[in-house]
């Protein structure tokens, strides 16, 4: 089985905004269910809202930890002791604000780059970084003190619009793990770019 973690904030004050991508990729990776059988339902255990549909015949594990953004790692661990899974079967989907609206970036293992739900993960797996990412870009970065603000802002109707495109390559790219692995998922879709310059 594989997991796949889109990363967020729960409730409805959060729902569009910039730092829950991950969260509406996770979203848009369930509507391709076709069973029927891929409806979110909280799981206290797991501290995550949790669906398993079957994408491209693979048996797979979506969630939404319901711990806020910062706290990620605990769901993210939790899940990976219930299901004994290694590190290589997660992909972590999340919002990257060092990248513009338009690209999407794959990657396997590396740092935190600052994104608080992934120094939360690399904290609760003691310090290891070995699972495999997929950022979606929010940029370009206010930077300073703004940043907090803008991260928790909802995007506009055109980068809402811009934004859907991007979910759906994220969805293509993440098939492409399931089916292929990290490697080629990155030469395929690494140099997507719908930025609007």
Not at 29 to 58: H, Y
């Amino acid at each position: 089985m594989k997991a796949i973690i889109g990363l967020g904030n729960l409730g409805a004050q959060y729902e569009g905004t910039r730092h829950n991508a991950g969260f509406e990729a996770v979203d848009s990776l369930n509507s391709l269910d076709g069973t029927g059988n891929g409806s979110f339902k909280l799981n206290k255990r797991l501290l995550a809202e949790i669906a398993q549909p079957t994408l491209l015949t693979v048996p797979v594990l979506l969630a939404k930890p319901v711990t806020y953004m910062n706290d990620s790692g605990k769901a993210v661990l939790a899940i990976k002791n219930f299901y004994k899974l290694a590190l290589k079967d997660f992909l972590i989907i999340h919002d990257d604000i060092s990248l513009p609206l338009g690209k999407i970036r794959l990657q396997k293992a590396g740092g935190a780059g600052g994104q608080h739900g992934v120094e939360s993960i690399i904290e609760c797996l003691g310090g290891e970084k070995d699972f495999n990412r997929l950022k979606i870009g929010i940029g370009p970065d206010p930077g300073g003190d703004v940043r907090i603000h803008y991260v928790l802002q909802k995007f506009s109707v055109s980068e809402r619009a811009l934004l859907r495109k991007v979910i759906e390559i994220a969805s293509k790219a993440t098939l492409s793990w399931l089916t292929h692995g990290i490697d080629q998922a990155m030469n395929e879709f690494n140099g997507c770019d719908l930025y609007q310059r």
